[in-house]
């Protein structure tokens, strides 16, 4: 699920140091990744346990290692969505990396928390603070990053996005070479974040789900919605662009995705038949994820009248 992004909350649990990962509205999953494991054991070892327990080693992520001694925040994915995290401010984001917010929206945060952007957080290690690295746009509390954009860099056609992995990779903060890198491109790679941010889907009287591989004509190019919102990021909601593009490309982005076990828990484990294959509820989930089923198709109905009494639960009063 992590590794698909088919989650709608994924933290770093600090009381627990555990990860915990909400899907389906209300379903809760609780895990360790590589961080979280890591303290454990260090907490075992400290308190002169026995030994410590993986549960279930089949789970694991393809070439990974529970054991590493890596605890730092180094797994940059190259998307720049999975840096987005919540924090009360950008130095309580950077210090624990905790929650992330893929959207770029505030609404994935708690109530007491924002969403800043380009962190230098990486989803696949929540839970640990990131190195101290050079960033083009270094404060992401008032800035964003134009990722896609073409410049010159180092002698090279490049993005924005691609030009900032480098610096981070080569340079650390406070560096000639960052401040180089930095004089050169920040004023073409980087825009301070608009009061009230255009959001494709959500406009005066509607707010909808992104179908986020669904792909549009937006000037001469086909892209994807996904990209589509990314560049609409520096536009504020009353602009040109923002509203003329949701006029243009609301529908064909913009929809209610199908969901499963809406307001109820999911019994992911169940194995039920579905388009004739065998797999659980939380497969099946997923499946109506990926394909972008809507409320109002008819797959969904069928979805909800043979499976729905199977794979979903109204919630005990004490449970």
Known sequence: MVTARSFDMIRF???????????????????????SFNKKTQYSEENCLRGVMLWA????????????SNNGNTGRTGDPSDENFCGRDYQDVISSCRQPCRSGSSDECPADEICFVNTGCSIDNIGSAPPTKCRLCPDPSTQGMKTWLE???GGNTTTCGEADLSVINEFATGTEQCDAA???LQDQ???PYPENPCMLC???????????????DFNGETISCFDLMTLL??????????????????DQCCFNQCKLCEGKGVRWWVEVEFDGKDMNCGELDSVLYKNS???????????????GEDCCYEFPDNP
């Open 57 to 68: 080693i089949d789970m694991l992520k393809d070439n990974s290692n529970p054991l590493s």
């Open 13 to 35: 649990d600090e009381d627990s140091e555990s990860m915990v990962m909400v899907t389906d509205g209300n379903r809760l999953i609780s895990y360790d990744n590589t961080v």
């Open 233 to 250: 990021g520096p536009e504020p909601a009353d602009s040109d662009m923002c509203l003329n593009t949701q006029a243009e490309l609301f």
């Open 151 to 153: 410049i010159e860099y």
């Open 293 to 307: 089923t809507e409320e109002e198709d008819d797959l969904c109905s069928d979805v909800l009248t043979n499976h």
């Open 202 to 216: 959500r406009t005066e009287t509607e707010f909808m789900d992104l179908n986020a591989l669904a792909e549009v």
């Open 189 to 191: 790679c980087c825009y």
């Open 182 to 184: 930095k004089d050169a």
